[in-house]
């Protein structure tokens, strides 16, 4: 007899369908939130009643059963979970595999537990794993995120298969680690060695840029993937130039960057959206701010925060209370660093 999980038990008989229910835009959007809930509480309450079941009652577990539990965990962000379960594992006397390290690295790395990273990396190196490329671009994330970028060049050096993941994992290393000339020198040596940049690449140096404080060369680096990188900018791409065009204060290219965006027919994407309300409350000019606003259907508070700000820097105190209403009727109300904003340019 098949046995369920409590929960799987539950949505079983609470996922019939209703003839007689229609739903609503709105009860559609809080029902997707509602849903990702219930699937995320039922996952790990079916990973906890397996464990329970395989290992702690009277069935045989194995180094398979150990490694799709440790395996589901990481892959679905429980990371402390999938740790734990590692050391479980280990106290019953299984080793892991290639499989099951590979799918523990990233959870270490989320959590940027380098200690137990280097114990494992141990590990993978008495037990020759170190062919595996999933383990090595592990290993290299791993130390990236962790900051230490000499371990990671080392391993990216010696032992990547240098594919264009390896590459990139490098490149945004050393970009949020500071060193964006050597990011540069990397992503100049991608196409020598025959490997394809991918929008991967091209974002990581552009947003690399902008968050060290390297403006000009955020942009000349946009110009070169529009003219000659044969890669269509996605709104990731388009918010960082966005955000070049801010923090410079430069009106003159932020419109340039707006046509740009209306000939790709982007300036409704939330994200972009939101880029050009900053540049333009940036560049003293709320009023576009907030026409760059009203183009977004999908509205989010961040957005109009970014607005009043704006026009509260700008000293234009007596349009603010007209945003707050209409932010209220558009179903947001403003937070406490907003109030103060607004006050303390009153």
Not at 41 to 58: T, Y
Not at 187 to 196: R, T
Not at 328 to 333: H, S
Request: aromatic content about 8%; some cysteine.
């Amino acid at each position: 007899m098949l046995i369920q999980p409590p929960m799987l038990q539950h949505s079983s008989s609470a996922a019939a369908p209703d003839s007689g229910n229609k739903s609503t835009p709105t009860s559609s959007r809080t029902g997707f939130i509602a849903e990702t809930c219930i699937s995320n509480r039922m996952l790990l309450e079916a990973l906890v009643f397996l464990e329970k079941m395989s290992i702690e009652n009277n069935l045989t577990p194995n180094s398979v059963s150990w490694s799709a539990l440790i395996g589901g965990f990481s892959l679905n962000g429980y990371d402390k979970e999938a740790i734990a379960m590692l050391y479980k594992m280990k106290v019953a006397g299984f080793e892991p595999n290639a499989r099951t390290l590979a799918s523990i690295l990233p959870a270490c790395a989320r959590l940027k537990r380098l200690r137990l990273g280097r114990e494992i990396y141990g590990y993978i190196a008495r037990h020759g794993f170190m062919s595996s490329p999933f383990i090595v671009n592990g290993l290299v994330d791993l130390y990236r995120r962790c900051g230490d970028m000499e371990s990671a060049f080392q391993i990216f050096s010696k032992f990547s298969v240098r594919d264009a993941v390896s590459f990139n994992t490098m490149i945004a290393g050393y970009c949020d680690n500071g060193d964006v000339l050597k990011a540069k020198e990397l992503f100049d040596q991608m196409e020598p060695e025959g490997k394809m940049r991918d929008l991967i690449s091209w974002n990581s140096m552009i947003s690399g840029y902008v968050d060290n404080f390297m403006f000009d060369e955020a942009l000349s680096m946009f110009t070169d993937l529009i003219t000659t990188g044969g890669i269509e900018p996605d709104s990731f791409t388009l918010g960082s130039a966005l955000g070049a065009c801010a923090k410079m204060g430069s009106l003159r290219l932020g419109k340039g960057m707006h046509s740009y965006c209306i000939v790709k027919g982007l300036q409704s994407n939330l994200f972009i959206g939101g880029g050009l309300v900053e540049m333009y409350c940036r560049c003293q000019d709320p009023e576009t701010a907030q026409k760059a606003l009203q183009e977004v259907p999908e509205r989010n508070i961040a957005i109009w925060n970014s607005l009043i700000s704006g026009y509260a820097r700008c000293n234009q105190t007596e349009n603010i209370q007209c945003i707050l209403q209409k932010m209220e009727d558009d179903g947001f109300k403003p937070d406490d660093q907003l109030k103060l904003d607004k006050n303390s340019s009153i």
